[in-house]
T-cell receptor, first 113, second 114 residues
Framework: AQSVAQPEDQVNVAEGNPLTVKCTYS??????LFWYVQYPNRGLQFLLKYITGDNLVKGSYGFEAEFNKSQTSFHLKKPSALVSDSALYFC???????????FGKGTRLHILP | NAGVTQTPKFQVLKTGQSMTLQCAQD?????MSWYRQDPGMGLRLIHY???????DQGEVPNGYNVSRSTTEDFPLRLLSAAPSQTSVYFCASSYGAVGPDTQYFGPGTRLTVL
């Protein structure tokens, strides 16, 4: 069975600094990995995904994520944080050959002005 | 396109009552899923479907039923509501050549069970 861990409940970053939101996963076989964002009182929006190919994936709003197979990680990154990036971020995984997409518990990102 | 729609937006039930949360999508997506979101628990998969007539259980299926008679609709039924089912429910749909890919989420239904 697949699982996702987001080890930090909350991450605080000063505006303009780089940010990282961590995600590790466990699946049998090749993983399909996703990041979603939820702004206050809103639904979830897709940010980026890794299916195959380059380990560095670029997505919406200047975010990127790096797939690391040896560390089973898919950390979300942005070079320069904006106050508007403050939101709840979810990592999700699907095992190849499976049809279930499982989400992590989420990490709340606070960007401090 | 309306995308993924959910009704109602808010609902209050008494313990033991039943109800159906509606979900519809107009993107002709094969895959549809129901999640519940609870503080500190993230999103947990309740049931999912890979096409009309085919459904399967997710991580937390107890107390919920689903059916998928058409590609567009995927209703979630609470048979006998319990306070533990107080949550925000999200429906999602997705496409994919070899399984679900990017998911599109509805706006959610906030359910309170008294």
């Amino acid at each position: 069975a697949q699982s996702v861990a987001q080890p930090e409940d909350q991450v605080n970053v000063a505006e303009g600094n780089p940010l990282t939101v961590k995600c590790t996963y466990s699946v049998s076989g090749n993983p399909y990995l996703f990041w979603y964002v939820q702004y206050p009182n809103r639904g979830l929006q897709f940010l980026l995904k890794y299916i195959t190919g380059d380990n560095l994936v670029k997505g919406s709003y200047g975010f990127e994520a790096e797939f690391n197979k040896s560390q089973t990680s898919f950390h979300l990154k942005k070079p320069s944080a904006l106050v508007s990036d403050s939101a709840l971020y979810f990592c999700a995984v699907r095992a190849g050959g499976d049809d279930k997409i499982i989400f992590g518990k989420g990490t709340r990102l606070h960007i401090l002005p | 396109n309306a995308g993924v729609t959910q009704t109602p937006k808010f609902q209050v039930l008494k313990t033991g009552q039943s109800m159906t949360l509606q979900c519809a999508q107009d993107m002709n997506h094969e895959y549809m899923s129901w999640y519940r979101q609870d503080p500190g628990m993230g999103l947990r998969l309740i049931h999912y479907s890979v096409g009309a007539g085919i459904t399967d259980q997710g991580e937390v299926p107890n107390g919920y039923n689903v059916s998928r008679s058409t590609t567009e609709d995927f209703p979630l039924r609470l048979l006998s509501a319990a306070p533990s089912q107080t949550s925000v429910y999200f429906c999602a749909s997705s496409y994919g050549a070899v399984g679900p890919d990017t998911q599109y989420f509805g706006p959610g239904t906030r359910l309170t069970v008294l």
